[in-house]
């Protein structure tokens, strides 16, 4: 992918500033506002019943998360899910801990099958569970696919007729048929809780200024990955990498993404 397309969406979200609506996990809700907030977007963290549609409906995209579930929570997703459905607003929909339970996965199921999902972001375990090829989940952390990465990204694409944005190594984004491979970021991301979630916010934020949210999904991961990359380069633990994230993140420039987004379509 020419690294202009990214850069583009970058300066998109900054200039537009969209209003990305969370109902999320409450162990990372504070990185995924300021990750939000990083890329150039505003975020929302409200999950009430009684004002998710209200809210919703100002927003430019919707995340949904699922990493610290209850049964008031699903509701509140579908009836946010229903309105940005009506309204023409991507959902993301990140399956945390999928396989980990079966409440988790019948709730991913369900979200699946009640709401048009733009992109299910989520790691290779989650993945490979919901595409029904095998994959493995400890917790919420993922014991990977079992498999062809690309292979099982696409066999979910298909079975949950989304855009599938598969987390890893490298990163693996596809609608069924178009495959993107993103090769941007660092070991140390793996190795900091909410990552994973801070993905799916930055992902929300480009699928706000997008029409292709394979493309945008790929671009995301890109920016986040970069800023990963910038963030490494001075961090000397865990803590320091991930204050440096959010200052790489936002000072990261267009020019800085189009020179360094390391995209490969298939």
Do not use: W
């Not at 200024?209 to 671009?219: F, G, L, R, W």
């Not at 995301?220 to 990955?225: D, I, R």
């Not at 990359?229 to 865990?238: M, S």
Request: proline share 3%; aromatic share 4%.
């Amino acid at each position: 992918m020419d690294g202009a397309i990214p850069a583009d969406l970058l300066a998109a979200v900054r200039s537009e500033r969209p209003l990305i609506h969370h109902i999320t996990n409450s162990v990372t809700i504070n990185d995924c506002a300021n990750i939000t907030i990083s890329a150039g977007a505003a975020p929302v963290m409200t999950g009430a019943p009684e004002e998710v549609t209200e809210m919703v409906a100002a927003a430019g995209a919707l995340v949904l998360n699922i990493g610290t579930l209850s049964a008031a929570q699903v509701e509140a997703m579908l009836a946010a899910g229903r309105r940005a459905n009506d309204l023409g607003i991507p959902v993301i929909l990140d399956p945390v801990g999928a396989g980990a339970t079966g409440f988790r996965t019948a709730t991913v199921k369900r979200l699946l099958d009640a709401l048009d999902i733009a992109v299910l972001k989520g790691n290779a375990g989650e993945i490979g569970v919901l595409a029904g090829t095998g994959g493995s989940v400890r917790g919420v952390d993922s014991g990977g696919v079992a498999g062809d990465p690309v292979e099982t990204a696409k066999e979910c694409a298909r079975v949950t007729g989304t855009v599938v944005s598969m987390t890893g190594a490298i990163d693996v984004v596809t609608d069924g048929d178009r495959v993107f491979l993103v090769k941007n970021g660092v070991p140390a991301m793996d190795r900091l809780s909410g990552t994973g979630c801070m993905a799916s916010s930055v992902t929300a934020a480009f699928a706000a200024v997008a029409d292709d949210y394979a493309v945008s999904s790929a671009a995301a991961l890109a920016a986040f990955g970069r800023a990963g990359e910038r963030a490494a380069a001075g961090a000397r633990g865990p803590y320091s990498f991930r204050t440096a994230l959010f200052d790489e993140l936002a000072g990261l420039t267009a020019e800085d993404l189009a020179g360094h987004a390391r995209i490969e379509e298939r």
